[in-house]
């Protein structure tokens, strides 16, 4: 593969939007877009996908046609064939996105992996991670994943799993259902409706009145009341801590990583649960891996279709 001249998409696939971003083998950013879009389940909907494509290529300077390589990166389990077994957050019909790219762009080597994996794949590459070493890269935003790479490659295990680290149970007495069906995972506390669940209980606890939250994935109004003092957003954003060290130090032991990275648009509040997360993480987690660092992202939101880019040029 020539990293230079080599070209390829990368699709990164939100609830609600789509990042691409055209780049070269060695990493080069050309040219980045986003698409707003719902259910990714109808031919409609398919072609606008490849729509989007088709302009990105255009900005960038090149024929579409002559992509080396397409990567999509969406928001649950994935298999090594490419089979999405659970996605408890969007709505897609995986194998008509996938026909539908093969069809417009046959000369173009597709890959799809999970989201959580494209970003650690794409931070490993390029950011905070260590692309020789072993990166677990922890993705915080509507739901809760992680991304492992090992020497390179991300590791996806036998059933598309791995990394399902919002799935991970750190809370055994919780009475809640998670949208996978289990109960306690942590998902359901580190996730933005996560957040603004624990806000509002620290609020009820206090008999307090809380702070205006937009939206039911507005975790945005309590990074900004914890910062500016609000006692139940500053505890809620510590537990969110305490919750994902639990699971960290459970991953750390299980794959010990180089370093664990946080990212994902919760990421944007790390500085209100940073110091929780890495006192609690050197409390729980077993000797050997204490100073194991936790850093966040580096390259926010990019780290999705860089990754999703980087594993389809892997595969050329």
Same mark, same amino acid.
Not at 10 to 19: A, E, L, P, Q
Not at 108 to 120: E, I, R
Not at 261 to 272: A, H, R
């Given at each position: 593969?020539?990293?230079?001249?080599?070209?390829?998409?990368?699709?990164?696939?939100?609830?609600?939007?789509?990042?691409?971003?055209?780049?070269?083998?060695?990493?080069?950013?050309?040219?980045?877009?986003?698409?707003?879009?719902?259910?990714?389940?109808?031919? $409609? @909907?398919?072609?606008?996908?490849?729509?989007? =494509?088709? #302009?990105? /290529?255009?900005?960038?300077?090149?024929?579409? *046609?002559? &992509?080396?390589?397409?990567?999509?990166?969406?928001?649950?389990?994935?298999?090594?064939?490419?089979?999405?077994?659970?996605?408890?957050?969007?709505?897609?019909?995986?194998?008509?996105?996938?026909?539908?790219?093969?069809?417009?762009?046959?000369?173009?080597?597709?890959?799809?992996?999970?989201?959580?994996?494209?970003?650690?794949?794409?931070?490993?590459?390029?950011?905070?991670?260590?692309a020789r070493g072993?990166?677990?890269?922890?993705?915080?935003?509507?739901?809760? $994943? @992680?991304?492992?790479?090992?020497?390179?490659? =991300?590791? #996806?295990? /036998?059933?598309?799993?791995?990394?399902?680290? *919002?799935? &991970?149970?750190?809370?055994?007495?919780?009475?809640?259902?998670?949208?996978?069906?289990?109960?306690?995972?942590?998902?359901?506390?580190?996730?933005?409706?996560?957040?603004?669940?624990?806000?509002?209980?620290?609020?009820?606890?206090?008999?307090?009145?809380?702070?205006?939250?937009?939206?039911?994935?507005?975790?945005?109004?309590?990074?900004?009341?914890?910062?500016?003092?609000?006692?139940?957003?500053?505890?809620?954003?510590?537990?969110?801590?305490?919750?994902?060290?639990? @699971?960290?130090?459970?991953?750390?032991?299980? =794959?010990?990583?180089? /370093?664990?990275?946080?990212?994902?648009?919760?990421?944007?509040?790390?500085?209100?649960?940073?110091?929780?997360?890495?006192?609690?993480?050197?409390?729980?987690?077993?000797?050997?891996?204490?100073?194991?660092?936790?850093?966040?992202?580096?390259?926010?939101?990019d780290a999705g279709?860089?990754?999703?880019?980087?594993?389809?040029?892997?595969?050329?």
């Amino acid at each position: 593969m020539d990293e230079k001249t080599t070209k390829a998409v990368g699709i990164d696939i939100g609830g609600t939007s789509i990042k691409m971003g055209l780049v070269t083998g060695r990493g080069e950013v050309l040219a980045t877009s986003k698409v707003s879009t719902g259910a990714l389940d109808s031919d $409609g @909907a398919f072609a606008k996908v490849c729509e989007g =494509v088709h #302009a990105l /290529a255009e900005q960038g300077g090149i024929d579409a *046609g002559k &992509l080396d390589a397409i990567g999509l990166d969406v928001p649950g389990v994935v298999l090594e064939d490419g089979t999405l077994t659970m996605a408890p957050n969007i709505t897609l019909d995986l194998a008509g996105l996938t026909t539908t790219l093969r069809e417009a762009y046959p000369q173009a080597s597709l890959a799809v992996l999970n989201d959580a994996n494209a970003a650690a794949l794409g931070e490993a590459w390029l950011g905070s991670g260590n692309a020789r070493g072993g990166t677990v890269m922890v993705t915080l935003g509507t739901g809760v $994943g @992680a991304g492992v790479v090992i020497g390179g490659n =991300v590791i #996806a295990g /036998a059933h598309g799993a791995a990394g399902e680290i *919002g799935h &991970l149970n750190v809370e055994p007495e919780e009475t809640e259902t998670c949208n996978c069906g289990c109960r306690g995972c942590l998902e359901q506390y580190a996730s933005a409706r996560g957040l603004i669940r624990l806000y509002r209980e620290e609020c009820e606890a206090d008999g307090a009145e809380p702070v205006a939250i937009a939206h039911a994935t507005d975790a945005l109004a309590v990074f900004e009341a914890a910062r500016g003092g609000n006692t139940q957003a500053v505890r809620a954003c510590e537990r969110l801590g305490h919750y994902l060290a639990r @699971a960290l130090a459970a991953v750390a032991v299980t =794959v010990d990583p180089d /370093a664990f990275v946080v990212g994902g648009g919760m990421s944007g509040g790390w500085d209100t649960f940073a110091r929780a997360c890495l006192a609690h993480y050197r409390e729980v987690a077993v000797s050997a891996c204490k100073d194991t660092p936790i850093r966040p992202a580096s390259l926010g939101n990019d780290a999705g279709f860089l990754g999703a880019a980087r594993r389809a040029l892997l595969s050329l």
